[in-house]
């Protein structure tokens, strides 16, 4: 019987090994099939527009097709709800912004996503150039002269942006932080109506998309107060940022991100990281976002996952600042 037992062990520990050994072998194969990308966007939009661009160059690389999959809606959560739920295979991947990820953590009651724990932070894969513009009326042309006038005149100027918690209200709410100059929150449900609104006089300043506000921007029709995003916009490459105008400002989270259910094989997603960041140094796929004013990041898994943390405790701080009531 000690000699059945014993035998029992070594074939069994023969057995695991075996499997140790086979998972890393089939992961270092990846990818033998499509890649599937589901995203928080709408087709067509900017942000899919993009995401589709660095995947067709990852395709490329790969050989491999990558399919889009849009399921918009939810603040990004319907997304990754299905990417979660997903195997944890190197096929199935998210492209969300900070919405579902970060951002929610403070700013939702229920329906959170634990990224850290439900996902496998891949790579920032692009940031979207933002700017705060202002109608031709307003007497200022800069973030400094802005912060004086609202301090002048505490209350009077309203800002337009594309919701509570987004990007552009989380930086206007760190000037009250940082400066104490009080400016009126105007939430839209899309940032264009309130591009419009400031266009046409109806509030004084607003945030918007650098590539879509351009044109109204070389017509005259708003000017340029300072860039949200520290990377210059070509047209206004000599324009203020946040960052260089306010001291102690900390960039918000206006990044999309790539990422994979939880327990990715370290294989894979060194694989995967090693592709994108080839795809978005590419100066083809570089070409092609800027004129929408969209800018490749990457990053490693490592470094992406200590962006989130940290911007995950920079979003807790401002909405605690601001009281910002969570919703849902």
């Known amino acids: ?61 790969i050989g491999q097709p990558v399919i889009i999959e849009n399921h918009a809606g939810g603040s990004g959560v ?20 900070p919405n579902a990820p970060v951002v929610r953590v403070h700013m939702s009651r229920g329906n959170q996503i634990d990224a850290q724990h439900t996902l496998t932070p891949v790579t920032a894969l692009f940031e979207t150039g933002l700017v705060l513009v202002g109608h031709p009326s307003l007497p200022v042309n800069s973030l400094t002269e802005l912060i004086a006038y609202a301090k002048q005149y505490p209350g009077k100027l309203s800002y337009g942006t594309n919701g509570l918690g987004s990007s552009p209200h989380l930086a206007a709410e760190q000037i009250h932080m940082l ?57 206004w490459a000599d ?35 090693d592709e994108l960041l080839k795809a978005l140094a590419n100066p083809e796929v570089r070409a092609k976002l800027a004129p929408g004013g969209t800018f490749p990041l990457g990053n490693t898994p490592e470094e992406f996952a200590t962006m989130v943390r940290e911007q995950t405790d920079l979003v807790g701080r401002i909405v605690r600042a601001a009281a910002i009531t969570p919703t849902e």
């Open 1 to 61: 019987m000690p000699a059945v037992r014993a035998v029992r062990m070594v074939l069994g520990a023969l057995a695991g090994c075996a499997l140790a050994v086979a998972m890393p072998a089939n992961a270092q194969g990846w990818p033998v099939k499509p890649l599937r990308v589901v995203t928080e966007f709408i087709a067509g939009a900017g942000g899919d527009i993009a995401v589709r661009v660095i995947m067709a160059q990852l395709s490329g690389q």
């Open 78 to 97: 319907i997304a990754a709800q299905l990417v979660m739920r997903s195997p944890a295979d190197g096929y199935n991947l998210l492209a969300v912004t």
């Open 179 to 235: 400066t104490g100059a009080q400016l009126v929150h105007v939430p839209y449900k899309a940032m264009q109506q309130a591009m419009l609104d400031v266009a046409t006089g109806q509030i004084p300043l607003a945030f918007a998309l650098a590539g879509q506000i351009a044109p109204m921007v070389g017509a005259g029709k708003v000017k340029v107060i300072a860039m949200l995003t520290d990377k210059p916009f070509p047209a």
């Open 239 to 273: 324009a203020p940022t946040f960052r260089n105008s306010l001291p102690g400002y900390e960039p918000v989270p206006s990044w999309t991100g790539l990422w994979a259910p939880a327990g990715l094989p370290p294989v894979i997603l060194q694989r995967l990281s």
